[in-house]
């Protein structure tokens, strides 16, 4: 399965940005898919994550009420809306999928990755 992952960029606080994942190869409507983040120093954390189906989602509390992940099984896509941008939210941002049976927020659970899409909020 290979991910690539766009749409990041700068923007300023307050304003909003969508990233999207592309997936290509493997059965992607069988597979959760996550999106983490990492700034620079810090370790690489969970951003939010979606069931195979869409019908469940996972959101990290810093994101609650300001982020929204979505997918479209038939465009093997997955999206990430982003608004209410805060200068905290800078770093480069990662798709993955994981081969699953239920949402798991846990990077080492997840199978394959995207190759990071940079996104700054500048204050």
């Known amino acids: 399965v290979q991910l690539q992952a766009f749409g990041g960029g700068l923007v300023q606080a307050g304003g909003s940005l969508r990233l999207s994942c592309a997936a290509s190869?493997?059965?992607?409507?069988?597979?959760?898919m996550g999106w983490f983040r990492q700034a620079p120093g810090k370790e690489r954390d969970i951003v939010a994550a979606?069931?195979?189906?869409?019908?469940?989602?996972y959101y990290a509390d810093s994101v609650k009420g300001r982020f929204t992940i979505s997918r479209d099984n038939a465009k093997n896509m997955v999206y990430l809306q982003m608004n209410s941008l805060k200068p905290e939210d800078t770093a480069v941002y990662y798709c993955?999928?994981?081969?699953?049976?239920?949402?798991?927020?846990?990077?080492?659970?997840?199978?394959?990755w995207g190759q990071g899409t940079l996104v700054t909020v500048s204050s």
């Open positions: 993955a999928a994981a081969e699953y049976y239920r949402i798991t927020p846990y990077a080492g659970e997840y199978d394959y």
């Open positions: 190869g493997g059965s992607f409507s069988t597979y959760v």
């Open positions: 979606i069931a195979w189906s869409g019908a469940s989602t």
